[in-house]
Nanobody
Framework: QVHLVESGGGSVQPGGSLRLSCVFS????????TAWYRQPPGKQRELVAT???????NYADSVKGRFTISRDNAKSTAYLQMNSLKPDDTAVYYC???????WGQGTQVTVSS
């Protein structure tokens, strides 16, 4: 059974940085595409970034140039480096892998002065 565990969230001031991690277990990581989603308070979950097993990436317009998704298949871990954070980035961030539609438990990111 695939299992995902996110970490790295926290509170940061506007302009700050955080790096989220998503540790994968239960199968062979490189066979799965990975995505980061977020759910701001009172809003629906939205796609932030995706990365294929081969490393091809895609980003939501709202985070392009500020966020970087990456993966280390040897460590079965995906990352989301978030720079120049804004209050609008405040959300619970979730890791997702496909195929199978597996989700982590989420990690809270709060950007506030």
């Amino acid at each position: 059974q695939v299992h995902l565990v996110e970490s790295g969230g926290g509170s940061v001031q506007p302009g700050g940085s955080l790096r989220l991690s998503c540790v994968f277990s239960g199968s062979i990581f490189r066979f799965y595409a990975t995505a980061w989603y977020r759910q701001p308070p009172g809003k629906q979950r939205e796609l932030v970034a995706t990365i294929t097993g081969a490393g091809n990436t895609n980003y939501a317009d709202s985070v392009k140039g500020r966020f970087t998704i990456s993966r280390d298949n040897a460590k079965s871990t995906a990352y989301l480096q978030m720079n120049s954070l804004k209050p609008d980035d405040t959300a619970v961030y979730y890791c997702n892998v496909e195929p199978g539609g597996f989700w982590g438990q989420g990690t809270q990111v709060t950007v506030s002065s």
